[in-house]
């Protein structure tokens, strides 16, 4: 028997087949043009929704101060020109944020017409500037008087090698112009001062505070205050950051209406000796850069909503702080804040804080949170300089014992031979004058056992990366009577290995 097929049922089914793959490749054809044609109806009933839509192509970025989102965006004037409001670049630079429900045309709008001002263009505000600029803002303020030095590059992001000695904001627009160059980009070279704060702000609509030290905080929430312009805070240092929305709904000067100030969650300037900077503390990079991200990401959400920005009484807007730690679980958690405080010195039917004083700059920030350019809390007579530990420790017949008050990970990074490492948290934490030979903690046992051979009167110099925390070690030492009633004397290296590495090892690592 012939089990073969004959040549003309093969051509048929062949023809059968083709047929079949032409038709499946059609009906996939039908399924995407059904589903841009309803991506573009959702687009044209956005559109449609505007209003005038005319008007809206005109507003230039950034327009009268005081004004909200909302109403400009219901704003109308006449025009005749193409009914389009955004060119065609804009559609594909926006197009894949735009088709977010959360956002859609009006929403690209209401960026395109906003202002932003960022302060501090550092680990927090380059992330921040970054979004920002990408997302379409129309007008980018940055200010900031430092310029890039190479220990930023691994958090500040923005900035490069090549641009280092430049300053940040000039760094940043460079780069950022790159980005987007449909964003209007304007430096303020020159750190914020309360003079200068209220002129600055006047022509944004948000305030973003990027800065790393409690007095710019207080400065920079006075003037939103007194400005009228909501403002996004955050901070970051070493594995931790933070972030909050305050003057939302901004305030009516000295009235209870609208959100919390700085001051109304910070009444008072933490202690001198408890800020810590990224110089001093550490930061992880990314650590920094999620706190910057997420800013950008509240200021995108305030503008695009628009309405916020209306100070109502109906309005549920509860205060709050995002809490974030990189080696938690889980890594974020949110805390209720209080609400406008009662007797808020800045912003409440009492405040004191008013634009003339602030313009006067009759205030001082720095004074106010105990600021000292270094600081000195000792005196002269229980500092000495680094030549003066140097020749100490080339002399054999010279007992003492050189205390390193850094923290562990510091001091294997770099040390002097010879030095005892006792971190300052841990002497701190001391209550009495026994706690180095009774407590079990090996950084206290170190202490105990660095002066268990030397002589009741031999010196106790204390060193740090900076000369601050040797200080306040000094005083801890003496007030658990380390000093043997002034038998023994207890001091400080002036400027720390800061001052060692310019004026003895130019070798020293710098970090």
Known sequence: MNDMIPPPLIRTFTRIILMCDQASAADGIRTQIELLESQLLELKKQLSDLGDIAELRNVEPGTQPGQTFAHRASETHTATERPWPLSSTEYLRYGRQMIMPEIGLQGQLNLRKSSVLII?????????????????????????????????????????????GQLKVDS????????????????????????????????????????????????????????????ISGSALKTEGQL????NPPSIIHQDAGGPCYRCIFP?????????????????????????VLMALEAIKLIVSGDRYRPASN????????????????????????????KCTGCSTSGTITKDILNSGSIDYKVMC?????????????????????????TSNNPHLLLDVRDETQFGICNIAGSVNVPSSAIEAMTGPYDALQNSDPATTRLAAGLEH?????????????????QLVVRKL????????????????????????EKVDPEWPEY
């Open 454 to 470: 030397l002589p009741s009167n031999a010196s106790i110099y204390t060193i740090c990366r900076l000369g601050n925390d040797s």
């Open 478 to 501: 003496k007030s658990l009577g380390y000093g043997n009633n002034g038998e023994r004397w207890i001091g400080d290296v002036r400027g720390g290995y800061k001052s060692w590495r």
């Open 268 to 292: 008072k300037p933490p202690p001198i000796e408890s800020v810590i900077s990224c110089g001093d503390g550490g930061i992880v990079g990314p650590v920094v850069g999620v706190i910057g």
């Open 120 to 164: 501090g263009v550092g680990g927090l505000g380059c992330p921040a500037a970054q979004y920002l600029a990408g997302a379409g803002i129309g007008t980018v303020g940055l200010v900031d008087g430092d310029v890039v030095e190479l220990s930023n590059l691994h958090r500040q992001i923005l900035h490069t090698t090549e641009r280092v």
């Open 244 to 247: 909050m929305m305050l003057n």
């Open 315 to 342: 309005q549920n807007l509860t205060p709050s702080m995002l809490l974030y730690s990189a080696y938690s679980i889980p890594p974020f958690r949110q805390i209720r804040l209080r609400g406008k405080r009662p």
């Open 172 to 231: 940043a627009i460079a780069g950022l112009s790159q980005l987007n160059p449909n964003v209007h980009f304007v430096a303020y070279p020159n750190h914020l001062a309360p003079a200068n704060a209220i002129a600055t702000m006047k022509d944004y609509d948000l305030i973003l505070d990027c800065t790393d030290h409690p007095a710019s905080r207080y400065l920079i929430s006075d003037a939103a205050v007194l400005s009228g312009k909501p403002l």
């Open 370 to 394: 105990g600021i000292l350019s270094p600081l000195e809390i000792l005196k002269q007579d229980e500092r000495i300089d680094v030549q003066e530990l140097k020749s100490t420790l080339d």
